[in-house]
């Protein structure tokens, strides 16, 4: 599977964006997709889970009702919605896809490249 991330940006603290994860090689609804994201001297964390059916999603406490993830398998592209962005969540994002839901980035097996997220206060 290749990943490729987008949407990135700076944005002001309450602003929205959307990040898109787009898949080839294989379909996404046969795998688990993933957000992760890293802030600078912090380790790589989950943000978002969601299998390829779409019918699970898991959220980090910190995200929880400001993110929602969701997957389109028609054009094989994993999102993350995010609304009311605080400076805390300034990181680089990456999308990647494994077999199975867990929170930990050694499971993951594809890794996109990352799209950087900037928030200011």
């Known amino acids: 599977v290749q990943l490729q991330a987008y949407g990135g940006g700076l944005v002001q603290a309450g602003d929205s964006l959307r990040l898109s994860c787009a898949a080839s090689?294989?379909?996404?609804?046969?795998?688990?997709m993933a957000w992760f994201r890293q802030a600078p001297g912090k380790e790589r964390g989950l943000v978002a889970r969601i299998t390829g059916s779409g019918g699970s999603r898991y959220y980090a406490d910190s995200v929880k009702g400001r993110f929602t993830v969701s997957i389109d398998n028609a054009k094989n592209t994993l999102y993350l919605q995010m609304n009311s962005l605080k400076p805390e969540d300034t990181a680089v994002y990456y999308c990647a896809a494994g077999g199975v839901r867990s929170i930990y980035s050694n499971d993951y097996t594809y890794w996109g490249q990352g799209t950087q997220v900037t928030v200011s206060s």
């Open positions: 090689g294989r379909t996404v609804s046969s795998v688990v």
